[in-house]
């Protein structure tokens, strides 16, 4: 099963990535010199599919934006530029390197921004023994519960019908 992500994004000459879960656990955290697109692409897909690319800048970059057009995903931005203090506190520890820190910090304000949400979701899926995740996904990217939970059980009904 595909995993879903909040990938936290630092370009730069250095640049680094940060994957996490929609349980906040971090998957992936890379870095690399002199970084194309293409290496951005390549680290997210062999690790899952995005739904938020984050930034830890108040107005994203533009890797940062192509990445979320590329994937589909949600542009997470701040409201403020996350400071060297907060994104201490964000990301305390698992990292390598400061360009990591900094992704980090922006896939966690990501994750922090939408986490009651994702707690509300979690509660609605497991009641109704529907895949949390999927439906996580699905309520990140603008879709009511309620409504994410038809899609599911809609495309099971469009299975059947193409099985029997």
Same mark, same amino acid.
């Given at each position: %099963?595909?995993? !879903?992500?909040?990938?936290? &994004?630092?370009?730069?000459?250095?640049?680094?990535?940060?994957?996490? /879960?929609?349980?906040?656990?971090?998957? #992936?955290?890379?870095? =690399?010199?002199?970084?194309? %697109? =293409?290496?951005?692409? /390549?680290?997210?897909?062999?690790?899952?599919?995005?739904?938020? &690319?984050?930034?830890?800048?108040?107005?994203?970059?533009?890797?940062?934006?192509?990445? $979320?057009? &590329?994937?589909? $995903?949600?542009?997470?931005?701040?409201?403020?530029?996350?400071?060297?203090?907060?994104?201490?506190?964000? @990301?305390?520890?698992?990292?390598?390197?400061? !360009?990591?820190?900094? +992704?980090?910090?922006?896939?966690?304000?990501?994750?922090? @921004?939408? @986490?009651? #949400?994702?707690?509300?979701?979690?509660?609605?899926?497991?009641?109704?023994? $529907?895949? +949390?995740? #999927?439906?996580?996904?699905?309520? &990140?990217?603008?879709?009511? @519960? !309620?409504?994410?939970?038809?899609?599911?059980? $809609?495309?099971?009904?469009?299975?059947?019908? %193409?099985?029997?």
């Amino acid at each position: %099963m595909l995993k !879903h992500l909040i990938v936290g &994004i630092d370009p730069g000459k250095t640049a680094a990535l940060a994957c996490i /879960d929609l349980e906040g656990r971090v998957v #992936k955290l890379s870095t =690399q010199r002199f970084a194309g %697109m =293409q290496w951005f692409v /390549d680290e997210i897909v062999s690790t899952g599919s995005p739904v938020i &690319i984050a930034g830890d800048k108040r107005r994203p970059d533009s890797l940062v934006e192509k990445l $979320a057009s &590329i994937f589909d $995903a949600v542009l997470f931005v701040p409201s403020t530029d996350i400071s060297v203090e907060k994104k201490q506190g964000l @990301a305390d520890r698992g990292f390598s390197n400061l !360009h990591e820190r900094d +992704a980090l910090a922006a896939a966690r304000t990501a994750f922090r @921004a939408y @986490a009651g #949400k994702l707690r509300q979701v979690e509660r609605i899926a497991n009641a109704r023994n $529907a895949e +949390a995740d #999927k439906i996580k996904a699905l309520v &990140i990217k603008k879709y009511s @519960a !309620h409504e994410a939970l038809g899609n599911r059980h $809609a495309g099971r009904r469009l299975v059947r019908r %193409m099985q029997g």
